[in-house]
């Protein structure tokens, strides 16, 4: 007979994981705050949109469908694709939870790399599985390092692309060339939550490469481009037999109304998510070019935040400079979680936030702004 415990005891491996921080929303002593740590995006969700969202308020007592069939129809108007290989969830993030509790399990390894987003570890722990975590190469994820990693435990390879927090990209060729190298029974799940933001000519988001293939899944958000993060909805683009496993384990019930019927507005307003991009496309070249007038060093990027890189001086340093923004109610992204203790995340903000951040990083630096 085995000792009872004096208390309820988790599964081996959850009290093993580092809870994920969100970026922070204030800064004591501030004025204005401009949250520039989340890559929120500074104009707003539709107005269509939040229409949407206030029609809801006489749905409150009901239960929403179940199978969100409105908003996986209106994806599949919007991008041709079938609406029975559409998922929705509360957030890509809540998809990214059940691909990993379908497909992994104790003695499973989930491959990703060493600054991709921190929710591909935590999932796959919670599942009971190993993380594995591959070096990239030049802030990008390395094709070639990953296939190294792969054993026969390998049962699924997480990749953000573009990847957060360094905002680059992997074309579509190295995409395919990192499918090709995988066991037919490995799942690549490919987040593109920042896919709306790029326009390379080389880049695919996924969704040939899913309708194509047995083993892929392609997650999405509306949290991003669609300014819906509050509202926790995403959805992802896979195999009908990989569709068929999640909608036997996630919550009948797992998008709200007022969610649905926001993203139904919000996925066919394309003039608001036109207007998002051309905003985008504008300052991050901006910032990207007049902070690096400033000596630091600005990762390229085809998202909406940029990797700003300080030098290990004292007194100059990325901690310094967060504590001195945060003072002038600036709030960037500390990552040192994501293993870049010497960088800052900037999301592209509203253009007095851009002007605000350059001339306060000037400011730290003892250097002046230039008259752009």
């Known amino acids: 007979m085995t000792k009872s415990g004096i208390r309820p005891e988790p599964q081996p491996g959850i009290l093993d994981i580092e809870a994920y921080v969100g970026g922070r929303a204030s800064a004591e002593g501030a004025g204005k705050v401009y949250k520039l740590s989340a890559n929120e995006t500074p104009l707003g969700p539709s ?21 969100s069939d409105e908003l996986r129809n209106a994806i599949s108007k919007r991008y041709g694709l079938a609406a029975d290989r559409i998922v929705c969830g509360a957030g890509s993030d809540e998809l990214l939870h059940l691909l990993a509790q379908s497909y992994l399990g104790e003695g499973d390894e989930a491959i990703s790399t060493e600054h991709g987003f921190l929710v591909y570890p935590i ?3 919670a599942a009971g599985a190993t993380s594995v975590v591959v070096k990239e190469k030049n802030l990008r994820t390395d094709v070639d ?6 054993t026969e435990k390998t049962k699924i390879v997480f990749i953000a692309n573009p990847n957060n927090p360094t905002g680059s990209y992997i074309p579509a060729d190295e995409v395919r060339r990192l499918h090709a190298g995988l066991r037919p029974d490995i799942l690549l799940v490919l987040d593109a939550a920042y896919s709306e933001y790029v326009s ?14 047995e083993n892929v899944v392609m997650t999405r958000t509306f949290s991003k481009i669609y300014g819906l993060a509050a509202l926790r909805l995403g959805w992802m683009y896979a195999p009908q037999h990989i569709c068929d496993v999640i909608n036997r384990i996630r919550g009948p019930f797992n998008v709200s109304i007022p969610a649905m019927r926001a993203g139904v507005a919000a996925i066919l307003d394309t003039e608001h998510v036109e207007k998002a991009r051309a905003h985008n496309d504008k300052w991050l070249a901006w910032l990207t070019e007049e902070i690096g007038k400033l000596g630091l060093e600005v990762a ?3 998202a909406n935040f940029m990797l700003i890189r300080f030098p290990e001086e004292p007194g100059k340093t990325a901690r310094d400079a967060d504590a001195f923004l945060m003072k002038r109610g600036l709030i960037l992204r500390a990552v040192g979680s994501y293993g870049l203790p010497d960088c800052l995340r900037l999301t592209v903000g509203s253009e007095e936030a851009n002007r605000l951040v350059v001339a306060a990083l000037a400011e730290f630096l003892g250097k002046k702004v230039s008259g752009s």
């Open 200 to 213: 390379r000519n080389d880049y695919e988001a996924g969704i040939e490469l899913v309708a194509t293939s």
């Open 145 to 150: 390092a990953i296939l190294a990693a792969v």
């Open 47 to 67: 107005p269509k949109a939040r229409e949407a969202f206030l029609s809801a308020a006489d749905s409150l007592a009901l239960y929403p469908d179940g199978g």
């Open 123 to 125: 999932v796959t722990k």
């Open 300 to 302: 390229s990027s085809v």
